[in-house]
């Protein structure tokens, strides 16, 4: 992809005095984040009315003039928990089994001994990071049922950010021998829960296959669909997930995800085999994978050029608060070190399908539609680099869209804009364009 001969942008928006252009910057435009110099974006009432390159929004249009300014789409965080931030490494000696797992890990205990202001204080301190970090919208796996929920609700008040909240029921509703039975459906008052959670969730979260059976996977889907909210699970996150669900129903704990709960999107898929991943390719389920947490757990790092190359749409997640920040920034930075790694080569995976990863290919995993990429009628919501800055200046210079991936910083962003409004940083007010002077008046002739 070169720079200069990318498409033009549409026609003029509409222009109001809500309208302002920001101009001369770098921006990676469209679904297909194509690097374009000299860029122009529109934006009217929060929205992108326009986008292209060296467009002309017209005299009437203020703008500001910016060619120091790399702009990417506001990220994604494709999953997250922020309901542990209270307990930033406080676990960073406990194994990860012994850390997260319900209903005994070191977490479990240390939430259940929180306040409720504790918790939101550390959701709120998560969020603000994260804005910080370029972070426009996340998706949380809100545990605590419906009070969770509503905690995470009064942690985002006010805050710049689209908060995505995925609720679950507050204690399992199975014991260890029914799971292994695997008979049996959810209780009226495990129903009744669900229903009751989405009311103002956004939608509800499987903690694993393996702490249903598969009647209760079957209803938890049809329960989440009836309300029209988004259902996502995770899965696979070790092999030893994968023996439990065999032994007990004679399918792995993935499969029963696809095949019964089918939901939005899986997440993790870490110990998944390559058939599992065409499976989930064939089901068009996007996985969003936590390479740092995983590998921070000791599990491993999630099979990410895999999933590729079967087809799956792969959107990146940063996990639990406590154990890894909440920067997908950094999750694609990590993941260039951890795939060369594996595969003893630099080809893969390529900048552009990173930065995918947690912008467009992670709207569309999420459901968020209006996110994701500077496209004419989606959220003005963009990242906003500052190219001189030291750390950046030289990589930019060679490489933009590796210097995104594998050097940039949440301490070179100059600008976060979320809806049209400047959130992060400074950007100064857009003018109106100097009124370019007329031809001389003519001289009257005769002796002077
Ligand atoms: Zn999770």
Redesign the pocket.
């Known amino acids: 992809m070169t720079a200069d001969n990318a498409p033009a942008g549409s026609a003029n928006g509409p222009t109001g005095p809500d309208t302002w252009a920001l101009t001369g910057v770098t921006a990676l435009l469209g679904e297909e984040l194509t690097p374009t110099r000299q860029a122009t974006i529109v934006i009217t009432d929060g929205r992108i009315t326009a986008a292209g390159h060296l467009h002309d929004p017209g005299p009437a249009v203020p703008r500001l003039h910016r060619p120091d300014l790399l702009v990417t789409p506001g990220f994604l965080n494709g ?3 922020i309901g542990d931030a209270a307990f930033a490494e406080a676990g960073f000696r406990t194994e990860g089994v012994d850390l ?1 797992y319900a209903p005994d890990g070191q977490r479990w205990q240390l939430m259940a001994r929180a306040t409720d202001e504790q918790l939101v204080t550390g959701m709120r301190q998560a969020m603000q990071t994260m804005i910080r970090c370029g972070v426009v919208a996340f998706e949380d ?1 809100r545990e605590q049922g419906r009070h969770g929920v509503d905690l995470l609700r009064q942690a985002a008040r006010g805050l710049p950010i689209r908060a995505l909240a995925l609720g679950r029921h507050a204690d399992l509703p199975f014991t260890t021998e029914q799971l292994q039975a695997n008979t049996g459906g959810l209780s009226e008052e495990a129903q009744a829960e669900i229903r009751d959670i989405l009311d103002i969730a956004d939608g509800f ?1 499987v ?1 694993s296959p393996n702490q249903l059976t598969d009647t209760a996977l079957a209803q938890t889907a049809d329960l989440v669909r009836a309300a029209g909210k988004r259902l996502a699970a ?1 899965v696979s996150e070790r092999d030893a997930d994968r023996q439990t669900s065999l032994a007990r129903t004679g399918r792995s704990d993935i499969a029963r995800a696809i095949e019964i709960l089918r939901p939005d999107y899986l ?2 898929a870490t110990a998944a085999t390559p058939e599992e991943l065409r499976a989930a390719a064939r089901a068009g389920m996007a996985i969003v994978m ?1 390479p740092r ?1 995983h590998a921070g757990l000791g599990f491993g790092v999630p099979p990410y050029l895999g999933a590729v190359a079967a087809g799956v749409n792969v959107a990146l ?1 940063t ?2 608060v406590m154990t890894t920040t909440p920067s997908p920034h950094e999750e694609a930075n990590f993941l260039v070190k951890a795939e060369r790694w594996r595969t003893g080569t630099v080809r893969h995976p390529g900048p552009g399908r990173l930065l995918a990863a947690m912008t467009v290919n992670a709207a569309q995993a999420l459901g968020a539609t209006d996110l994701g990429s500077l496209s004419v009628g989606r959220a003005a919501t963009f990242v906003a680099f500052d190219t001189a800055s030291p750390n950046l200046a030289a990589s930019v210079a060679n490489d933009p869209a590796a210097a995104l991936v594998n050097r940039a910083t949440a301490g070179d962003i100059a600008a976060v804009v979320f809806g049209g409004r400047t959130v992060v940083g400074t950007l100064d007010r857009p003018t109106l364009p100097a009124t370019r002077p007329g031809p001389a008046p003519a001289q009257p002739y005769g002796p002077s």
């Open positions: 999953h997250t928990h997260l796996f979260s903690v995770h997440v993790h936590c947490s997640g996990d639990n």
